[in-house]
């Protein structure tokens, strides 16, 4: 299916305003987290999601608590969408043990078990056969959860991904493999990567349903996202969802590279005049879903918010250096009543 | 003689094999960026262009196979991971085929393949970003290891590698390649299998790889100060390894400590310690010690890195522990 551009309207106004408030917050966040990586406060490498909210925010806005989400190194905007909490993860970033990893992963490796997210990997494709599993976890146990596994277009390189969309197609999981093509892999474009760049199409191949979005429509995102999950639930097996984005900043860190030689100013601009958010909020005002005045309260509301991150993160203690090897193994099980022992 | 940064080290070397034979190309993640893979391999497509300096996708598995199907051929491809944490997707066709082949084969078909990999860690690049995995490699029959610690080894034993019949791990470290030393203009090569005694003494005996080698120099001189004449061996390869050097200075020494920036279990360490033990156990007095990373993923924390990463001062106290 080429990009839909049907204008769309089924979304209640609530779950509307909502995703804009996510996706400001996952902004807002980011472009601090820049700042404290350009002043070197914070050290870990980090890959920021500026440019490509609607696609966090679009697709976690359809899940509900108990579904799966499966992150990579550019985790922050995953995590923050599916309602991760932003002290824990400032806390991660400057390595304190109040972290949401107590200071042992940083950015590539954050996690909220309890809410669904299990955590982020700095391999590529790390983590789309972990949410195969997830699904398969569910199918088992005849739950009607989905997994989502977040990846981005050079993932679909490794042969693990093509492996992964088999398997769960061929055992009708329930997994959403949500690619966000942002025409990078590092230093390169996709053109040098892929010989078929129309990702989507890959579905076809697994008999899968696979679709192409525009990734910074948020409301197209929640409306696809919305299908493939009901899709899953009712055990109808995976979708691939390609949707189609750009990062503001260069791989990683807060710079915008495009001194590099691999992108130009003019593409970096194009995009960033296709602002998921600012599209978003238009769309709200336009439809009086969301006032001037609202907008003025969330925005401040958000500051705050960082501002209380930064003092949570700040107060919180370093790790101990006898505690290194705390966390290399969990503890065990009580097996006293697992039946004879032999 | 002319001086040269590790990094140039190995960049020359790559201009010089690449230039001088056909069958010699390069192929790996980031090999035409414009980090070019920590300036390794700079100037490269510009003089070689990008049928033999080929920039690939992230298909570790794939690549390395496919360098390995054309080594099958009679050329000699260099392989790049840009970090040994990626290089376990690429650990079925480097175990299961390219160490296998030869063997396998009844010895008809042979893999000439430099497969390089690159360790970089620290900078809070936590448990996926930093690991050293040369005991793995070391542990398959049918792959050589080296691990320069200086420039001069680094452009020798890349160039043995790139010419030795067989699959050949080069290993090297990003904390070494701000170093210069010494390093001839010319091609020449340092032979595969063979250590190098980098400071005689008579007190003890300190084997070290790559960058722990650079570490051991440095205990090695605190130790003097203290009294304490340090042997170092810098031992260059890991397969083959050279014994008779480490046993004739053991059989001086009596006493022996290994350093290995990488885990424990199952490491390098724990290997040169048991063919110690073997053979030569009448000359030791006292217990082997190995200086290694702890049996614990690298931490993200800088607090913790600072724990977890050894250093000078781990040798010189192990040391004194013996005497
Ligand atoms: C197995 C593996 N190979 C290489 C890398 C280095 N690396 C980190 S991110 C990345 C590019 C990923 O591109 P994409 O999947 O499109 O995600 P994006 O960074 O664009 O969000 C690469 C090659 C890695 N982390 N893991
Ligand atoms: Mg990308």
Redesign the pocket.
Known sequence: MPINKKPHNNISPAVLKKMYITMLRIRRVEEKIGELVRAKEIICPC?LYIGQEAIATGVCSALRKEDYVFS???SHGHYIAKGGDINTLMAELYGKITGCSKGRGGSMHITSPDIGFPGSS?????TIPLAVGVGLSFHIREKDNVAVAF??????N?GAFYESLNFAALKKLPVIFVC???L???HMNISKCLSDTRIYKKAEAFKMPGVCIDGNDTIKVFEQAKKAIDFAREGKGPSLLECLTY?WRG?VGPNIDVDKGLRSEKELKSWMAKCPIKRLEAFLMKQDILSKSEKEKISKQINKEIEESLAFAEKGSFPKANELHKYVFAKDLDTKNLGKRI | MRKLSYVKAINEALHQTIEKDKNVFLIG?GVISPWYVGATTVGLVDKFGENRIIDTP?S?SGITGAAAGAALTGMRPIVMH??M??MY?AMDQIANQIANWHYMFGGQVNVPMTIWGIINRGGEQAA??SQAIQAMFTHIPGLKVVMPSNPYDAKGLLISAIYDNNPVVFIDDRWLYEITGDVPKEMYTVPIGKGAIRKKGKDVTIVATSWMVQKAIEAGSILQKDGIDAEIIDIRTLKPLDETLIFKSVKKTGRLVVADAAWKTCGVAGEISALVTENIFQSLKAPIKRVTLPDTPAPMSSVLEKAYYIDADNIVKTVKSLI
Do not use: K, L
């Open positions: 890959h990579t190194h550019r700095a391999i590529v494709t790390g990846f981005g277009d050079g993932a679909t490794e966000e093509n942002n990078y892999s590092t990062r791989h | 993640q992230v570790e840009p970090r944490d990626f997707y996926q970003h």
